[in-house]
């Protein structure tokens, strides 16, 4: 369409004009009617811990008020569970919004960065939005190609290298040797951003520790996935203290709002609850498991709150989605080739679980 006036950056101009996201509450509003069941965006359906639910509330009242800025109580929280300084924290509302620092602090208009074919959309969609080049590897065998990812940053001279481990979409998990692996081969210059959104499903001795020396590593982790908070938006990310210092110089001061922070103060504390729900997701992982098999359709080994059902064919996959989509259920799935043969589906509560086996039973039955 033809506008005269204030021109748009060449950046924003050289982005074509989709629809990033598309939310359930859209897909609701084109049917007319509410899903039955949320199970595509990997959002915990066993709620809030009711200790954060609690400080959260109490929380309300002082919101007339603008928060901490540095938000010091809940770094000085997280730093002492991760045994690292304060100086080693930043919180940020999600990942999402810690992703979009990173690339403004690290990379130039024109740069490259590295990850994999299909990978977390949210870190493309700022590569994009800040003008830089995403140089992608395809998955093998369904897993990230750790050699081929590190061949890639040292051959394009990447500023970034973009992990998430355990991955979404496939739900796959590297151990800590193969990360250590991974930092041996990383170009000096290279950062390597481990998104490990959904590190509270992965047995501790499987994760490489936290070692904040290394100024190529930046770690990720929200409050969004088993603390079920991703509407509180929040969540933290460790690196050496030169990288925090220096985000302080464009990271908004007053991004994380006070009762998010608040809510994840008291969530830390309350690791009951946490378990119970690391606890609970294993079962229904396992109960989707036996549910596709017995349809005659194969899951991908996953290591977090969602379960990738392989349907073969992209046509396949497609069309079961769709139909689950028609018939109450919100579902989501990868559209690179390679991984558009899988529908990513959320573990919900048993309650949950029931109604999509039943609809699942039937539409594959049709
Ligand atoms: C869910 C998810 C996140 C979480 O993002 P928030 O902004 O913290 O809600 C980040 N990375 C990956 C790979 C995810 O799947």
Not at 128 to 139: D, Q
Not at 145 to 160: E, P, R, S, V
Not at 222 to 240: L, N, P, Q, V, W
Not at 286 to 294: G, H, K, P, V
Request: overall charge negative; charged content about 20%.
């Amino acid at each position: 369409m033809a506008r005269s006036g204030p021109l748009y950056t060449h950046i924003v101009q050289a982005i074509p004009p989709v629809v990033p996201f598309v939310g359930p509450e859209t897909i609701e509003r084109r049917q007319g009617r509410r899903f039955r069941v949320r199970l595509g965006a990997n959002e915990s359906a066993f709620g809030v811990s009711p200790e954060a639910c609690k400080a959260m509330s109490e929380a309300i009242a002082g919101v007339a008020w603008y928060c901490d800025p540095e938000g010091y109580e809940l770094r000085r929280q997280l730093a002492d569970l991760h045994g690292v300084g304060l100086e080693n924290v930043v919180i940020g509302a999600g990942i999402d919004d810690l992703l979009g620092l990173v690339v403004r602090t690290f990379m130039n208009p024109g740069d490259v960065i590295v990850a994999s074919q299909g990978s977390y959309p949210t870190f493309a969609y700022h590569v994009t939005g800040y003008g830089g080049r995403l140089e992608t590897v395809p998955y093998r065998n369904d897993r990230n190609d750790l050699l081929a990812l590190t061949d890639h940053a040292a051959l394009h001279k990447a500023c970034i290298l973009f992990l998430a481990n355990p991955d979404n979409p496939t739900g796959s998990f590297y151990g800590s040797n193969a990360i250590a692996d991974l930092l041996e081969r990383l170009p000096e210059e290279c950062l390597f951003i481990l998104d490990e959104a959904y590190l509270d499903f992965v047995p501790a001795d499987a994760i490489l520790p936290i070692e904040s020396g290394d100024p190529r590593i930046i770690r990720m982790r929200t409050f969004s996935k088993a603390h079920g908070m991703a509407g509180a938006r929040i969540g933290y990310a460790i690196a050496h203290e030169e990288l925090i210092a220096t985000f302080n110089k464009i990271r908004l001061h007053f991004g994380v709002n006070l009762v998010a922070q608040a809510g994840a103060m008291a969530s830390l504390r309350d690791t009951e609850f946490v378990a119970g729900v690391v606890k609970a997701i294993e079962e229904g992982r396992q109960e989707y498991a036996a549910l596709a098999a017995d349809t005659g359709i194969a899951t991908l080994p996953s290591m977090t709150n969602f379960l990738a059902f392989d349907f073969g064919t992209q046509e396949r996959a497609d069309k079961t989605m769709q139909r689950m989509i028609e018939r109450g259920v919100f579902l989501r799935k990868p559209v690179v080739a390679g991984l558009n043969r899988l529908v990513r589906v959320t573990v919900g509560t048993a309650e949950d679980r029931a109604v999509f086996a039943e609809i699942f039973r039937d539409v594959m039955r049709g």
